[in-house]
């Protein structure tokens, strides 16, 4: 049986960034939490902020480093499996590839070694400026990805060059600024904050149900849960707005989300279906009765679109997006419900003693990445056929190279990432179980940066002194 480049090289991809965007969305979220963690230790001078700060500054500097790494290789498929997408879209996306580079590696990387490593060298308010710095760099090389990735779904401001087959760029700011831009961008940047506060508040509960570090812990819990209550309330509606915006651009989609092949009236929301691509019907289908139009029309006699609207070749498949959004979606309404929890639990002053609780909160570390990539998942299979909506087909976009290739690098790839995998996660449960006192506990911040830059100066200067001194 002949192997199919156009599939294997969808899987790779999918497999690169299934690992890759696990990191790039912890480097956003903790890096922000790090920023105002350290602000509130220079503020109130808590010696526990500090340690707080330093144990998490390990953590994420493990996950930085494993996503530029795998962040590297996606830029490489683009010319390696979709050489017809590079051709195309080159003048469209490779600026906006450029911008990302020079941002992670001048604003990101320029300071990310001052915040790694200048704790004790520099003093308080230059190291402070680098973590802000950092916090800025991973969400502007976010926001330049996010452009690309977003004009793919909704391109505008370009047309198409007949001559030369490729897309010319008309309008810039229309390229970056897309219709699906300002509201995927907030989204994806909250779907960070979130997964890495309940990561944090995971990390919080796991110590207080062991009793250990109990001061550590009930900050870190704290401050976890109260991050995830802020933006998960953001993210509820702003989500649903994302959805609503597909469904003006990107129909098949939103029909593939919702489960139906017909328009139904007064639908039920669709929590279980099997569908027969092939046939366009479902062969067994559970719901919750009339939630469905609720949840779309905002009517209970509403109807709900379904996938026969979309010409047969235009259809995405619909099991992996239905399943893909569910997964998002009740998992969203799972962390929604576990920082009401919290909330009523700090309210009766029970938040530090609720075992129960914590006990849910330890399992939750994984929950806001699995969201995350089910809602990559919605969004990328959810455009199929086409990489850029509309213009270019995937069969169109994937480079002329053999199957048996493509599958010996995949290969290659699913054994590197998943020894990478479980080094990042084995390094981190360790970094975990020896706890935030196996930081240093040096002075945290030097009086001048001059020493550091210049030591054979300052030293040759000090010797100087004392000679000269009587």
């Not at 049986?1 to 599939?7: E, K, N, Q, R, W």
């Not at 001048?106 to 190291?127: N, Q, S």
């Not at 990561?199 to 401050?223: E, N």
């Not at 209550?229 to 915006?245: C, E, H, K, M, N």
Request: aromatic share 14%; proline share 6%; with cysteine.
């Amino acid at each position: 049986m002949a192997l199919d480049p156009v599939i294997l090289s969808r899987v790779q991809f999918g497999l690169t960034v299934t690992f890759h965007i696990i990191f790039p969305t912890m480097s956003i979220g903790l890096a922000t939490f790090l920023a105002v963690t350290e602000g509130l230790w220079l503020k109130t001078k808590d010696e526990l902020y500090l340690r707080i700060y330093r144990f998490w500054l390990i953590i994420f500097a493990l996950g930085f480093g494993v996503g530029v790494v795998s962040g590297i290789v996606l830029s490489f498929e683009f010319g390696t499996n979709f050489a017809g997408f590079a051709r195309v879209a080159g003048p469209v996306i490779g600026p906006l590839i450029v911008l990302e580079v020079l941002t992670a590696f001048f604003l990101e990387a320029g300071f990310l070694g001052i915040m790694l490593f200048g704790m004790g060298r520099v003093g308080p308010k230059l190291h402070f400026l680098a973590t802000v710095m950092v916090a800025l760099g991973t969400t502007v090389s976010a926001s330049w990805i996010l452009a690309a990735n977003s004009w793919m779904h909704t391109p505008d401001g370009v047309v198409f060059d007949a001559a030369t087959h490729q897309f010319q760029v008309v309008d810039r700011l229309r390229v970056i600024f897309n219709p699906s831009y300002l509201v995927r961008l907030p989204h994806m940047l909250l779907a960070a904050y979130i997964s890495v506060s309940f990561f944090v508040a995971g990390v919080g509960a796991w110590f207080l149900l062991r009793r250990r570090h109990v001061d550590f812990a009930q900050r870190t819990l704290s401050m976890g849960l109260g991050f995830a209550s802020i933006a998960i309330a953001l993210q509820l509606p702003l989500g649903d707005t994302v959805a609503f915006r597909m469904l003006d651009y990107q129909p098949a989609k939103f029909q593939a989300m919702e489960g139906y092949w017909d328009s139904t009236p007064r639908a039920p929301y669709l929590l279980f279906i099997t569908p027969h691509q092939g046939e366009a019907r479902n062969g067994v289908q559970l719901g919750i009765p009339l939630l469905g139009s609720l949840l779309v029309t905002r009517t209970l006699d509403g109807t709900v679109p379904g996938l026969k609207n979309t010409p047969v070749a235009n259809r995405p498949p619909m099991a992996p997006v239905f399943y893909a959004f569910r997964t998002m979606f009740l998992l969203g309404l799972l962390m929604f419900a576990t920082a009401c929890m919290s909330l009523w639990l700090r309210l009766r002053k029970r938040l530090f003693s609720a075992a129960w609780f914590h006990r849910m909160v330890q399992f939750m570390m994984p929950v806001g990445f699995i969201a995350t990539i089910a809602g990559w998942y919605t969004s990328e299979i959810g455009r199929q056929p086409w990489v850029i909506y509309g213009y270019l087909r995937t069969a169109e976009a994937v480079s002329p190279v053999p199957g048996t290739n493509v599958l010996f690098s995949l290969t290659l790839f699913a054994i590197a990432y998943t020894l990478f995998l479980a080094a990042f996660i084995g390094i981190t449960a360790r970094v975990i179980q020896r706890g935030p006192d196996a930081a240093t506990d040096a002075a945290p911040y030097a009086a001048s940066l001059k020493p550091a830059l210049m030591p054979n100066v300052t030293a040759a200067g000090s010797a100087d002194l004392h000679r000269e001194t009587p």
